[in-house]
């Protein structure tokens, strides 16, 4: 097993490394420059995403506690990536910042207790991962050290997870109790639907609905992201949110395959509300961060509408849009991080006449923004067809015709955000912002895959091609 | 070679030099642009040279001395299903090695001229990237495998063409007849994509080999699509129809022709290059395309072909009569040509010495690019001189512009159809299909053939000879002789292609099924027309070579017609007529009265209603940790409750 243990858990390894490394740096203090340890953090998560894509081999370690496939290779690959994205996008704000080695050791904890939960093969170690990729993002939303707002995040952060993670423990100890065993494996064998697995795993789904920000389960979201800082809001939007839909989607087809029906319907009911309710406020914000919360609960509903076709199609559809996802949604996200490190702005009004001072800037945010509508062609429009299409195949109309119509209300409030940038007059427009080349760097790559993605169809391909 | 992805180079380097000069044209590359560009094509026509070379006398017969469709290389872009797919593909037959030998030819023409004649233009770079996005858009065209990548590239010369005809985008005239163009080829496009639509979802495929293979021998696609109807004609031939609407938009047929004249608000040189020799016959070259469908599979949509065409050619020859603008003049004729290819691929039949008319239509095609972007320069270089659209500021001009006269009296001549320049035998195969297969299309053909000559005439004695001196010499700094060298190369080019074209046994190259078809010159045959045109060129000398007042006695006497001519038939007005009168009274008012107080109201009251719900579930989210519990646990619980009590399966 020596050999494939090295080999298997090299993501997990590699990020375990690049902590300890940085702890180390952060004893020994030696040194002092900022924009060098920066440096040291980017070059070290690159080489960590580069490292993903050599030496993948499937396989199963700790007799089943861990396992791995090219699907999974691939999930990790797409968070490295996102986290890489971010990391690079922070670089303003963690240069003023005195402890920026803490952010990452933190980050890198909560990214490597995704990877363990992506990989578990096995319950415990599926909560396990969940609360060590938790427990850091709530230190992480009291990032921002001396605002209020940021320590109020991060308590009803920590709260409302522990909340959740009690349900979803009951859950999981109600489905040991009537299985017998905590092991993917196995598990399926016993489930027969009684009322009391029904009882657990409505339990174990309203655990996850509260990761994605569910309705009813999202009341955390929106605080949470307007308190925390914008590094970490876009982590936990893009990222965290990303890793449970990957653990979500392949626990509802392989483990809970037997309750289809059961899960089907409750994943209609969740789709109406969370696209409904996100809508409705995402309509009324003002604060842009606040606006992407809920911006992101609604696009939770479509991914959920994928996951409704209950096969590999919607999988496939639903993994490929989380790409699109992170791309568009990191492009936004990274223009607010710069605007916010340099006037402290956040507003959607801040925004009016951006574009006279800051014209491609603007029409980066205008391009994220038009992704995330869905407007072709955008990738974003590829990415909600394919989830529409796969969720169309179990022809329930109504609800496909409810998606489409929400995705004509969401456009009204997406095109506030390009009208604030394009048409609202301003007496004084905001400043020209200066990034740093690694948030430049970052935003080039966000534009890229979100153009690219959509034409180029390797991806897609390459995704259904690891599924079937 | 021939199966090797060189070939993609062809319409890959235009797309570099658009980015190229798109991107960094305007800052760094200002006065480069024309020569990379030209550089460029000249690179793919050298490339396309040699692929017509290894295709027609090397590599490209099969076994039995037929022309092989080869598919250079094939790309699956998005596949649907197992069967449906959209390529990327390049499909090397003789009719699209034909059309990419003429476009990169015309198009470098068009590069080489425009140097001189754009010179100084403030937008040169910009001008530039454009014309290499249109001429990359055309061979993606020309060289596409799949029906669909065919609409893409399609809808991508629609829309370079609307920024070529719209380049001078301060003029206003320019800006509406971009428009014009782009609106009115939308709604045709509209009928292409549906009938893209019918015919794939009958045939299961979008790929043109399997398409024409399914729909042309008897399978059950075939049955299908035949057995299928709706208003009493079959789903193939409304398939085939609409599709043909979309070619009618682009080749400007009659109804869809009134964007062509406006359109020649663009530069000159753009008109040589879309609205003569490529863009415009885009029509003819996907009915040619389609050709083993309409021909074996549905004889009635071909006939709307024949009749759309010759009408078309008729009753544009008429307007071409009565036009004082050159440039509109020579629009109208191109109309008319184009009518020519299209009926004569209505009367051809598919194979051996029925596929007259479809070997005549390319041939036509072929001539007629040389020859018309020819006269399109000529035109341009005369305008240059003048600085004026209107043949009654020309005159006389045949002494200062040498050049220029000799080489537009030679494309006039071939236009006309005399022997032994390009148009007279391209045009004599014409006629001889239509005479073997539809006599009365014959006769109006030939009468056609006749105005032709006339109206040609009447453009060249009005420009060279009437007036002895231009009166209006308001410029006279301007007259600096007749241009630079670089406008005067490619009319020559062209001069000579224009006399020598006609000389090549087509037939051996292009037949309806890829065998050779041998013709043979009938000199009793060619008689006729030769004469009937000689006619019109006497008619025309006899009206125009002084200025004499005769053609206004005759205007005078025709009266009402001649002013119905002059008023291009009110097609126009008949247009303008439709959507202003009638669709903005009898539609637009009305549905702006239901839009503006029932829509609009629906909708406030909806987004009343959405407001004031989301402000009443503000309180909602109050921002109390303890509160979200309770709501968490009440949502757990209702999906406990639902789930266990309720829903049972």
């Known amino acids: 097993m020596g050999n494939d243990f090295f080999i298997l858990m090299k993501p997990e390894l590699s990020l375990m490394l690049i902590i300890f490394i940085l702890l180390f740096l952060k004893i020994w203090d030696g040194i002092k420059e900022v924009s060098t340890l920066l440096m040291i953090a980017n070059v070290l998560l690159l080489a960590n995403f580069v490292a993903g894509f050599f030496l993948n081999k499937e396989g199963v370690l700790f007799s089943g506690m861990y396992h791995t496939t090219s699907l999974i290779a691939l999930e990790k690959n797409v968070l490295a990536f996102g986290t890489l994205l971010i990391s690079m996008m922070a670089w303003d704000w963690l240069k003023k910042h005195e402890h920026l080695l803490e952010f990452y050791i933190l980050i890198l904890s909560t990214l490597l207790g995704m990877n363990f939960m992506i990989s578990s093969g096995n319950f415990m170690m599926l909560y396990l991962g969940l609360e060590l990729s938790t427990i850091p993002l709530a230190a992480l939303c009291n990032f921002d050290l001396d605002k209020l707002k940021s320590s109020e995040a991060a308590l009803k952060m920590i709260m409302s997870s522990a909340f959740a993670s009690c349900i979803l423990l009951f859950g999981i100890s109600l489905l040991y109790g009537t299985t017998g065993s905590l092991a993917f494996s196995e598990m399926p064998a016993h489930l027969d639907g009684g009322m009391l697995q029904l009882l657990a795993f409505i339990f174990v789904f309203v655990g996850f609905a509260f990761k994605l920000s569910i309705v009813p389960f999202h009341f955390w979201t929106a605080d949470v992201y307007e308190g925390s800082p914008v590094a970490v809001t876009s982590y936990l939007s893009v990222i965290s949110k990303g890793a449970i839909v990957f653990v979500f989607v392949t626990t509802l087809l392989n483990l809970f395959g037997t309750l289809g029906t059961i899960w089907y319907h409750m994943l209609v009911i969740s789709i109406v509300m969370t696209i409904t309710v996100g809508n409705l406020f995402a309509m009324r914000q003002e604060n842009l961060k606040r606006f992407l919360a809920f911006s992101s609960i609604t696009q939770v509903g479509y991914i959920l509408l994928g996951l409704t076709n209950g096969g590999s199609a919607g999988s496939a559809a639903s993994i490929y849009f989380l790409i699109i996802y992170i791309f568009s949604n990191l492009a936004a996200f990274g223009i607010i991080g710069m605007v916010s490190v340099q006037t402290g702005k956040e507003n959607m009004s801040d925004f009016n006449g951006f574009y006279k001072k800051n014209p491609l800037l603007g029409w980066v945010l205008a391009l994220a923004m038009f992704s995330l509508a869905g407007i072709p062609p955008t990738a974003g429009f590829f990415g909600k067809m394919f989830l529409v299409t796969a969720g169309a195949v179990k022809g329930n109309y109504l609800l496909i015709t409810f998606a489409a119509l929400n995705m004509v209300v969401s456009l009204y409030y997406y095109l506030r955000v390009v009208k604030a940038i394009f048409v609202n007059p301003n007496e004084s427009p905001m400043e020209a912002i200066k990034g740093s080349w690694s948030v430049k760097i970052a935003l080039g790559i966000c534009m890229l895959g979100v153009i690219a993605t959509g034409f180029y169809s390797g991806i897609y391909d390459y995704i259904v091609s690891i599924l079937s | 070679m021939l199966h090797s992805k060189i070939i993609a180079l062809v319409p890959l380097l235009p797309f570099a030099v658009f980015l190229l000069t798109g991107l960094f044209?305007?800052?760094?590359?200002?006065?480069?642009?024309?020569?990379?560009?030209?550089?460029?094509?000249?690179?793919?026509?050298?490339?396309?040279?040699?692929?017509?070379?290894?295709?027609?006398?090397?590599?490209?017969?099969?076994?039995?001395?037929?022309?092989?469709?080869?598919?250079?290389?094939?790309?699956?872009?998005?596949?649907?299903?197992?069967?449906?797919?959209?390529?990327?593909g390049v499909v090397l037959d003789p009719i699209s090695i034909m059309m990419i030998v003429v476009v990169t030819f015309i198009s470098l023409m068009v590069h080489i001229y425009s140097m001189g004649y754009m010179k100084g233009e403030e937008r040169y770079a910009t001008y530039y990237s454009f014309l290499s996005l249109f001429t990359f858009s055309m061979l993606g065209l020309v060289l596409a495998s799949n029906i669909f990548q065919i609409y893409i590239f399609w809808e991508l010369v629609g829309v370079s063409s609307f920024l070529l005809i719209g380049f001078y985008y301060d003029k206003p005239s320019a800006v509406a007849a971009a428009k014009k163009a782009f609106i009115v080829t939308r709604f045709a496009d509209l009928g292409f994509l549906i009938g893209i639509l019918i015919l794939a979802f009958y045939s299961g495929t979008l790929d043109f080999g399997t398409l024409i293979e399914r729909f042309t021998t008897h399978n059950e696609y075939y049955s299908a699509v035949t057995a299928a109807s709706f208003m009493g004609v079959s789903a193939l031939t409304w398939g085939l129809v609409l599709v043909f609407i979309g070619g009618a938009g682009k080749s400007a047929m009659f109804p869809f022709h009134v964007w062509l004249p406006d359109a020649m608000e663009g530069p000159t040189p753009v008109s040589a290059l879309i609205h003569a020799a490529t863009m415009v016959v885009a029509g003819v070259y996907l009915v040619a395309r389609l050709f083993p469908v309409f021909s074996l599979s549905c004889p009635p949509a071909l006939e709307v072909v024949t009749y759309v065409g010759i009408f078309s050619s008729l009753f544009a020859a008429l307007i071409a009569c009565t036009q004082t603008d050159i440039k509109r003049v020579l629009a109208y004729s191109t109309m008319s040509q184009i009518g020519f290819m299209m009926f004569a691929l209505g009367v051809s039949g598919y194979g051996g010495e029925h596929g007259l008319g479809y070997m005549a239509s390319m041939f036509h095609l072929f001539t007629h690019a040389m020859f018309k972007a020819l006269l399109f320069l000529g035109a341009g270089a005369v305008i240059h001189f003048v600085h004026s659209n209107d043949m009654k500021d020309m005159g006389g001009l045949r002494k200062s512009m040498p050049i220029t006269h000799i080489t537009f009296l030679i494309a006039c001549l071939a236009i006309a159809g005399i022997p032994p320049f390009a148009g007279f035998f391209s045009k004599e195969e014409i006629l001889a299909a239509a005479y073997a297969n539809n006599k009365p299309v014959f006769v109006v053909a030939i009468?056609?053939?006749?105005?032709?000559?006339?109206?040609?005439?009447?453009?060249?004695?009005?420009?060279?000879?009437?007036?002895?001196?231009?009166?209006?010499?308001?410029?006279?700094?301007?007259?600096?002789?007749?241009?630079?060298?670089?406008?005067?190369?490619?009319?020559?080019?062209?001069?000579?292609?224009?006399?020598?074209?006609?000389?090549?046994?087509?037939?051996k190259f292009v037949s309806s099924d890829g065998k050779e078809l041998i013709t043979e010159f009938n000199p009793m045959f060619s008689l006729g027309p030769v004469v009937l045109a000689l006619s019109g060129i006497l008619l025309a000398l006899f009206f125009y070579k002084k200025a004499n007042g005769k053609s206004d006695k005759v205007a005078e006497a025709l009266g009402g017609i001649y002013r119905a001519t002059y008023k291009k038939f009110y097609i126009d007005e008949i247009y303008l007529f439709i959507t202003k009168k009638v669709v903005f009274n009898l539609v637009g008012r009305p549905a702006a009265w239901i839009d503006k107080n029932i829509v609009d109201g629906v909708i406030n009251l909806s987004a009343t209603v959405a407001d004031n719900f989301s402000e009443a579930i503000r309180p909602i989210q109050s921002g109390k940790v303890q509160q979200y519990a309770i709501y968490f646990f009440i949502g757990a619980l209702s999906f406990a409750v639902l789930f266990i009590y309720f829903w049972k399966n």
């Open chain 2, 25 to 88: 044209g305007r800052k760094y590359l200002k006065n480069f642009s024309g020569i990379l560009g030209t550089l460029s094509l000249l690179v793919a026509f050298v490339i396309s040279i040699y692929t017509a070379y290894e295709y027609f006398f090397i590599q490209g017969r099969d076994a039995n001395g037929i022309f092989e469709k080869i598919i250079a290389f094939k790309y699956t872009w998005l596949q649907f299903s197992p069967g449906v797919s959209i390529d990327m």
């Open chain 2, 447 to 507: 009468i056609t053939a006749g105005i032709t000559a006339f109206y040609m005439f009447r453009l060249y004695f009005n420009i060279f000879w009437n007036k002895e001196k231009i009166e209006n010499h308001s410029h006279e700094e301007h007259s600096h002789g007749e241009g630079p060298m670089t406008m005067l190369i490619p009319l020559s080019i062209l001069a000579i292609c224009a006399i020598g074209v006609g000389f090549i046994p087509f037939g």
